[in-house]
């Protein structure tokens, strides 16, 4: 995507927003704005819709499903290990921006089915979560533009997709496997039903690469305890096996 196709244009929380009280659905409905640029983005939004690009050609969806794998004959190599409850949330902070009169932690959630994403906001206790569909296939070359609603008072910021990839890349447990550098984060997930944060968790792997970058997400739920569970990547397979002990390993060919 170029600078010109991937320009979002958002309209922020005003102050009162951000402060009241009312469900975080209801406050991101009534205050949130997001237009896509050009038209022909916007027309290919359905969800499984191929997106298409003002030069026609199709971009393929970033979020794919992993596919399960069965166990390796033999023993794979250990990528990766590290205690689930350091690791929780560690993106939650990806961009810190003054929206208003105070200034956010800005990151990423999903849905337990990862069927919507939403933009979290954090400020110490305080925390809104705002429904945002149309992050699809973001490059490096791409802008996100925010500008404060009409009426209200803020700084405008523009954001190059690099950028939060590179945040994102900080906060990940970072693992190679069949050659490619792959990031995996761990979060919580977001209650569609009620626009905060549920009981349960997530994985996702990402794989940066232009507009093919891709993202697998896995329900911690799927991953049993103390038992291996083997998914297929695109041309990796790993293996995960999360322990009553706490820690989560990851094993697969480098």
């Known amino acids: 995507m170029g600078k010109v196709e991937a320009a979002l244009l958002f309209a922020l929380l005003p102050t009162t927003a951000l402060a009241a009280p009312e469900s975080h659905r209801a406050a991101g409905a009534a205050a949130f704005e997001v237009l896509l640029a050009p038209e022909a983005f916007r027309a290919a939004r359905g969800a499984g819709a191929p997106l298409v690009g003002a030069s026609g050609a199709v971009v ?136 905060s944060f549920a009981d349960s968790r997530s994985l996702l792997l990402i794989q940066e690469d232009g507009t093919n970058t891709r993202m697998w997400p896995i329900t911690e739920a799927s991953l049993p305890l103390d038992k291996p569970a083997a998914w297929t990547f695109g041309t990796a397979t790993l293996t995960f096996l999360r322990g009553s002990n706490g820690l989560l390993s990851v094993f697969g060919v480098r």
């Open 60 to 195: 393929s969806p970033a979020l794919l499903l992993p596919s399960r794998a069965p166990a390796a004959a033999a023993a794979p190599e250990l990528l990766g290990s590290f205690r689930m409850s350091e690791r929780l949330d560690a993106h939650r902070r990806l961009l810190r921006l003054r929206l208003g009169p105070g200034d956010w932690d800005v990151s990423m959630a999903s849905d337990p089915s990862f069927s919507h994403r939403y933009l979290t906001f954090t400020q110490g206790a305080a925390v809104r979560v705002l429904p945002f569909d149309d992050f699809n296939n973001p490059s490096r070359g791409s802008t996100l533009i925010l500008e404060p609603a009409a009426g209200t008072a803020g700084p405008a910021h523009r954001i190059k997709t690099g950028a939060l990839f590179d945040a994102l890349r900080a906060n990940a447990y970072v693992l190679r496997a069949a050659g490619r550098e792959l990031w995996l984060l761990y979060g919580t997930d977001v209650d569609p039903a009620t626009g």
